[in-house]
């Protein structure tokens, strides 16, 4: 049976508007999980994806009482935001799909430039690993990391320069540890784009549901309200 009088489209548009508050918090869970999960990398696009999952909550809150409420003006409101929240989910969550190997890399090494020792240390801490791409201190300052003391196999006077932090001359230089942090970080970076970016991309469809449903919900008049009072 198609769904097509006033009460179903009322009872269906309230319903979607509960199902975009429940996708709003998975949208923020999520982009906020992938963000942390990144700890020195900046990426803006999943902070995006949080922006409009905050957006989205708002907006179905407006729905929410537009539907129960049969009120015109909300309604109006709320389908032409809906639509422009649609055109920004879809393109972010596209972008979070296009983001590739090396542009992964390329983001993940300015945030460990620009990141302090602190940040450095809680990434090798987290995820038990040494250096960004090479496990040894070298003279160059961008690509230098603090001691991996997160390793036993540093506590015991090892003189590495992984272990202690500076450049070591003169002699051989062999780490103890053999994993690099990109390699770690790499897998998480790449999850979470994918995550956000899919969730994003699904449920942004809906909302062209709702625009829709919203759209023939206006035009339908309240049986149990005055008829001249129909706009």
């Known amino acids: 049976m198609v769904c097509g009088g006033f009460s179903c489209s009322k009872n269906a548009l309230a319903s979607l508007n509960i199902l975009y508050i429940l996708v709003s918090f998975i949208l923020i869970g999520v982009a906020a999980?992938?963000?942390a999960i990144a700890i020195v990398?900046?990426?803006?696009?999943i902070g995006g994806v949080i922006a409009c999952g905050v957006f989205l909550l708002l907006i179905a809150i407006i729905g929410l009482v537009g539907a129960i409420k049969h009120h015109q003006v909300l309604l109006f409101f709320y389908m032409i935001v809906l639509f422009?929240?649609?055109l920004m989910q879809f393109a972010i969550a596209c972008?979070?799909?296009?983001?590739?190997?090396?542009?992964q890399k390329d983001i993940a090494k300015t945030g460990w430039r620009l990141a302090g020792d602190k940040a450095k240390?809680?990434?090798q801490d987290t995820f038990h690993c040494c250096g960004f791409e090479d496990v040894n201190v070298s003279n160059d300052t961008s690509t230098r990391h603090p001691p991996c003391t997160w390793s036993s196999k540093c506590n015991k006077g090892n003189t590495a320069s992984c272990c202690t932090g500076n450049p070591v001359t003169g002699q051989e230089d062999t780490c103890p540890i053999n994993t690099t942090c990109w390699v770690q970080l790499h897998d998480n970076i790449s999850r979470g784009l994918k995550i956000s970016g899919g969730i994003g991309l699904f449920f942004s469809f809906t909302e062209i549901i709702g625009v829709w449903i919203t759209v023939r919900f206006r035009n339908q008049r309240d049986p149990a309200?005055?008829?001249?009072?129909?706009?």
Not at 41 to 45: R, Y
Not at 95 to 103: E, F, I, K, S, Y
Not at 225 to 231: A, E, I, T, V
């Open 33 to 35: 999980y992938a963000k």
């Open 41 to 45: 990398t900046e990426i803006k696009i």
């Open 225 to 231: 309200s005055n008829p001249n009072s129909f706009l």
């Open 84 to 86: 422009l929240l649609f």
């Open 95 to 103: 972008a979070c799909l296009a983001v590739n190997d090396q542009q």
């Open 121 to 123: 240390i809680k990434v």
